[in-house]
């Protein structure tokens, strides 16, 4: 039996490590479930087109195995980046995060009843849905910009293998995803071209390792587009993963990952907040800059 597909995590690169920090754990209520620091950038470019010094956060509501959560890439020497109208949002179900929201004085706006748009440092959108948690994964959706909504239908469906859950043709959007009880993803035509900024972010599915061949000979064949071909990932001390990475028609980029060794490189480390405490601890990078009355780059 084939493992079945899986939502993993969406990426996204972060400027201010510990403004995100305070938003992930204080506001959403979610953990670190592992930081990882690395020397050099990454084979697949998971940290973008940067070759210095970076580092990985995985922050969530639950372990890896069971639970869709956030990447955030930080390079050290980049302080801010760019949106475009690629990433329309990640929406979540928790009453706690918006009351969280509140009490901080964190910016909340309602946009349809009890679903509150706030956003992440970056400027990134996140709806909270004001209910209890559910019981398995609160992350709902991860909701993507596209040109043509039928072309990524075409692609997400027929090729990727994705469910169609809902369609709704008047306000051009569709919701796909692996198994119910998964975060979904869903496409939203945004009228032009869709533009990754230079915050491009990145969305993550696992497979039987033994499939990653053939998704690969698949889009050989149907000519699209594969950013990174079959490569293998190593994290000091921890599993060595093979992945993939393509671009749908708009650009958005597509990692699979080899299930077997991912479900071992993604086990929850119990020093995680610690690891990225002691990261922003140790990380002089915006004295530095200040000292020389410098700005970090803007990407």
């Not at 975060?183 to 390792?209: M, N, P, W, Y």
Request: glycine share 10%; charged share 30%.
């Amino acid at each position: 039996e084939m493992a079945p597909r899986r939502a993993l995590h969406f990426v996204f690169k972060v400027g201010e490590r510990g403004r995100w920090a305070r938003f992930a754990r204080d506001l959403l209520g979610m953990r670190v479930l592992r930081h990882e620091e690395f020397d050099e950038g990454c084979k697949a470019a998971c940290n973008g087109p940067y070759d210095g010094k970076w580092s990985k956060t995985m922050v969530g509501y639950g372990p890896e195995d069971s639970h869709f959560v956030a990447e955030l890439t930080y390079n050290y020497g980049i302080g801010d980046y760019r949106l475009g109208n690629d990433f329309l949002g990640i929406t979540l179900v928790s009453s706690q995060a918006v009351s969280n929201a509140r009490r901080l004085g964190w910016p909340l706006s309602e946009v349809t009843s009890g679903i509150f748009e706030t956003e992440a440092p970056g400027g990134y959108k996140f709806y909270l849905e004001d209910k209890e948690k559910l019981k398995q994964d609160p992350v709902l959706k991860v909701t993507l910009g596209v040109s043509d909504l039928q072309k990524s239908i075409n692609y997400w469906s027929n090729l990727l293998g994705m469910k169609i859950y809902e369609k709704d043709e008047e306000k051009q959007r569709v919701l796909l995803g692996y198994a119910d009880n998964q975060c979904k993803l869903e496409l939203k035509q945004v009228g032009g071209a869709v533009d990754h900024g230079t915050a491009f972010g990145r969305i993550a599915f696992s497979c039987a390792k033994e499939e990653l061949p053939n998704i690969e000979a698949l889009m050989k064949k149907e000519n699209q587009k594969i950013l990174t071909p079959l490569v293998s990932l190593d994290t000091p001390g921890k599993a060595t993963v093979q992945v993939i990475i393509l671009a749908d028609p708009d650009g958005h980029e597509i990692c699979f990952v080899g299930d077997e060794a991912f479900r071992d490189l993604s086990k929850v480390d119990p020093n995680g907040d610690r690891l990225l405490d002691d990261a922003m601890a140790a990380d002089k990078s915006d004295k530095w800059f200040a000292e020389k009355n410098m700005k970090k780059a803007s990407a």
